[in-house]
């Protein structure tokens, strides 16, 4: 486990220097991290393999998922926002009691 984070910080950092290129193609960032996840995780390189349960894994979800609604809501247009306000209203309507409900019964390790 130790090479985790190292690895990790590499992944973000090979990344950043080549998303410019690959923009426009049809490779996106999940796809290259879920590729980058299968090559170092336990199964193939073992360079990463975190505790299923564990807090790291709880943390590195949450941080993922605040990353990936910044990014898609820093690209949204604002025109367009308020043209169709309730798809957006509806979603985090129904969507954010639910994440709520769902971290109070996350398993404790």
Do not use: N
Not at 9 to 15: D, E, K, N, V
Not at 16 to 33: D, H, Q
Not at 51 to 56: H, I, K, L, P
Not at 71 to 86: H, Y
């Amino acid at each position: 486990m130790t090479w985790a984070l190292p690895t990790i910080a590499i992944a973000f950092l090979a990344y950043a220097a080549v998303s410019g290129r690959l923009e426009g193609t049809p490779i996106t960032a999940p796809m290259v991290f879920t590729a980058v996840g299968l090559l170092v995780g336990a199964d193939t390189l073992g360079l990463v393999d975190p505790a299923v349960r564990g807090e790291g894994v709880k943390l590195l979800t949450e941080a993922t998922l605040a990353l990936v609604l910044f990014g898609d809501a820093s690209r949204i247009g604002l025109r367009a926002l308020s043209e169709k306000v309730s798809i957006p209203a509806r979603l985090l309507g129904f969507g954010l009691p639910l994440s709520r409900s769902a971290s109070r019964s996350w398993p404790t390790v």
